[in-house]
């Protein structure tokens, strides 16, 4: 098998891409940081990855499939393009599609999340942005929904994180990286393509959905 040098640039924490078998198309990235996603928040997780790949590839940023089975947490760009001039660090766009108030959906699908459930703390959304000084710009904000705020309920954990939130730590394996060439296309203008190759007709989507 043909190997591709890449340039990777020592970082403090000594973290790479690593491979999960000998066969793995994909390598896995490693957290550089804890990061906390909320239900709905997308952030950029911190790698320490700085890389000089040749001319005519691309890394491409994905998803790890065990993860997206079995959490919410998304890369929402994927598959990410790494450009051959990009030397800054390497960082993944994750997001996290869980609502704040999933847990009753999570309660119907999977009876055992009454547990986790019993242990956390009930508080109002309001009680939440207060004890957090996210009431910057209250005044502004209509008093019924002021109201409102006040009587949804959020659930918490012991550290105050709400329920449905991502935990990443530093050095988890949350994504995936592969190494992959690509064309750069000579433009060529032309008053009728479709009387160049094969013109199968129809417009977009007329195969069917079969």
């Given at each position: ?62 998803p ?53 459930i019993?242990q956390?703390k009930?508080?109002?959304?309001y ?35 709400p ?5 990443i ?16 296309p ?11 190759g094969?013109n ?11």
């Amino acid at each position: 098998m043909n190997q591709l040098v890449v340039f990777l640039e020592k970082n403090k924490q000594n973290l790479k891409p690593l491979s999960g078998s000998k066969g793995s198309a994909g390598l896995d990235i490693l957290a550089a940081e804890n990061k906390i996603i909320l239900p709905g928040q997308t952030v950029l997780v911190k790698t320490d990855l700085k890389m000089a790949i040749p001319n005519g590839y691309e890394i491409q940023i994905r998803p790890r499939s065990g993860i997206s089975l079995k959490t919410t947490l998304r890369i929402p760009n994927s598959p990410g393009t790494i450009d051959s001039d990009y030397r800054d660090e390497i960082k993944v766009i994750c997001q996290n599609t869980k609502r704040f108030d999933d847990w009753k959906n999570d309660l119907l699908l999977d009876p055992s999340v009454a547990e986790k459930i019993s242990q956390m703390k009930q508080i109002s959304y309001y009680d939440y942005l207060i004890n957090n000084k996210q009431t910057e710009n209250f005044d502004k904000i209509n008093k019924k929904l002021i109201e409102e705020l006040k009587s949804e309920i959020l659930l918490i954990d012991s550290e105050n994180i709400p329920y449905g939130s991502i935990r990443i730590n530093a050095g988890d394996r949350f994504a995936q990286m592969i190494f992959a060439s690509y064309f750069v296309p000579d433009f060529k203008l032309s008053d009728d393509v479709s009387s160049i190759g094969a013109n199968r007709g129809g417009g977009f989507g007329s195969t069917g959905k079969n």
